[in-house]
DNA sequence: ATGAAAGCGCTAACAG
DNA sequence: CTGTTAGCGCTTTCAT
């Protein structure tokens, strides 16, 4: 038989250890309350001395304020994520909400942990993960709670995001890696169910055509790993018609890509072939990699995300639509022939 | 004015539609529960059909049981964490859990986060930050929430905490580096107030004395980062002494102190220098690092973690002390001269 | 095996 | 400004 934990102290104890009645207690703890400042301090004086914390379930219960936020998330191995899981429950925590994390890794699992995650009441569900079941996405709107994909562009559904520009900011790394003298392009992509795949593909590929150049190569890596960009690479390189640049679905993907060309093929890089990725991690600005990026601006999307969350908490109903932020591309090493090798501190910037 | 979200189905509408009291609807949903199993399967049809789901909040309130545990967590941005926070809340989610998030990482907020944290009444506290300050673990005590540090020794407190044995690793990597031909050894430290840091030095220098060997030279890196094991090699190297093996208080130290040793003194690894680090995480394999670490057990450390968060929520009282469980030391080519660049696929063993 | 009733700790009208 | 009174949705005695 399961004993109970301790039972802590309630707004019933504190409430009679101070002589006045529960309702007193519980308005010194609501900036809203209609109450006596002289009170108030009072109560948060001896509530501090008696380690009194108001019961959040309990609240959470009456107010259907549960100041809990879900964040579903898949692939933290990917270096991107962790940066945004950071971020994000760094504003949110800011903001009062608490994360309440469900891990969308063995996929099978995915549906009974967001069940058990709903049944907490969250106020918000934001969903960091590149793909996810339409029937989880059902849940949510069964369960009332709104939606927010973040770094994801849903399909057709009526849902809310919040993503980088990735057409345009493929747009923009085309145009650079032509400038650079580039004829002959190609494209290694990702997971080809990912909307950042897509778009990143599409831009890329559009761009390309308007400049009058011929269809690129694509190299799938069916994955976002560094295993499968250097594989991708591998088969791609070896192929008959070499590319001169090479533009990745990601900066993972363009990390593994770049070691296949230096130590399968004995490539220079930017030389032998020009290399980019998306996303700007961290490990992009590192000396060996030196990679030039599309730096996405995480502190803006992250800023877009908890604004929406604070405001439905407010009352305000949630919105709908694609929010497309601009990225900013970040010139390094691997596309830049005068610095081959020197490491690039700042960034520099174009829309 | 916030207006509330729609209130969703409850228990009473449930018991009202099927013509029953809440209490044997209640029952339903209890594997204890003394119910006939046809009214048990009748509810549970009604309730899918309906999608009714019990409101977690309010039976945590009754049973004192919230199924949530607190993870608190720091450095997110060292590759190590984000693969132990993926298993652990996949085990956890497994056993049933929900875990809540707190990040400590603008350590002045850490406090408020925690108290939001306790709010919720979690049945535990992991503490995946290798610092914590002891406020924090205060709170915890006086909320009678039992907490858990993992891959963290604390110090004197009488806490409870699983960990790799950082000693015994450290000591293993010592015996194979001077295995390896080395005699001049030196240890880039991290974080100096870190117990993993300070357990993986004290193995290394002890191990490295019972060797009858000098004194290792000592780069302190003053953090887990690329950027200061870079920049604590590149201190160290341009010392008159230059050692020949380099053994860092962990993967990402090492790994920039690799590059460093290869871009700003043009050294081959291993020949002129050998380098081993501490975790064995993902990026320790890729081929460019190819570099020799221990690797961290952590399978076995997130089940014992998870072993523990299910024994106490069954009534059962959390364990004291540190358990240690042995890693286990991956040879790759920045310390095995003979394959220097040729990439390690599996894992090779030694307690 | 089921139902009625009493709360869990707190908030939210409403009086005073 | 403060106290009284109802509950929030659920579990859990205690009867039946």
Redesign the pocket.
């Given at each position: 038989m399961p004993s109970r934990p301790p039972?802590r102290i309630?707004?019933?104890d504190l409430a009679r250890d101070l002589g006045?009645?529960?309702?007193?207690v519980?308005?010194a703890?609501?900036s809203g309350g209609?109450?006596?400042?002289a009170?108030r301090q009072t109560v948060l004086k001896r509530a501090g001395e008696l380690g009194y914390q108001?019961?959040a379930l309990?609240?959470g219960?009456?107010?259907r304020r549960t100041r809990i936020v879900g964040v579903v998330l898949a692939d933290l191995e990917n270096p991107f994520y962790p940066q945004v899981l950071t971020r994000l429950t760094e504003a949110l925590q800011e903001a009062g909400f608490n994360v309440m994390l469900v891990v969308a890794e063995p996929s099978g699992s995915v549906d009974a942990a967001l069940r058990l995650l709903l049944s907490y009441r969250p106020e918000y569900a934001i969903v960091l993960a590149t793909t996810l079941a339409t029937d989880a996405v059902a849940a949510c709107r069964a369960a009332g709670t709104p939606l927010l994909f973040f770094n994801r562009a849903p399909a057709g559904e009526e849902a809310c995001a919040v993503v980088c520009d990735n057409a345009a900011g493929a747009a923009a790394m085309a145009d650079h890696l032509v400038a650079s003298g580039a004829r002959r392009l190609a494209f290694l992509s990702g997971r080809p169910d990912t909307s950042t795949n897509a778009e990143r593909r599409a831009g890329f590929l559009e761009r390309c055509a308007a400049h009058g150049l011929p269809s690129p190569q694509e190299a799938p890596a069916g994955a976002f790993t560094y295993a499968a960009g250097y594989a991708a690479a591998q088969r791609l390189l070896a192929g008959p018609e070499r590319p001169e640049a090479l533009f990745c679905a990601n900066d993972i993907l363009a990390i593994g890509a770049l070691q296949a060309a230096r130590r399968e093929f004995g490539l220079r890089i930017p030389q032998d072939l020009a290399i980019a990725g998306f996303d700007d991690i961290a490990m992009a600005a590192w000396p060996e990699h030196d990679l030039t990026t599309l730096h996405q601006p995480i502190p803006a999307m992250v800023e877009v995300a908890t604004g929406w969350v604070s405001r439905a908490a407010a009352g305000e109903a949630p919105p709908r639509g694609t929010l497309r932020l601009p990225g900013t591309l970040v010139v390094r090493g691997t596309t830049r022939p005068g610095a081959a090798s020197c490491p690039t501190p700042a960034l520099e910037n174009q829309a």
């Open positions: 039972p309630t707004i019933k006045m009645s529960v309702a007193t519980a308005r703890f609501h209609t109450i006596a400042e009170t108001p019961n309990a609240r219960m009456i107010t």
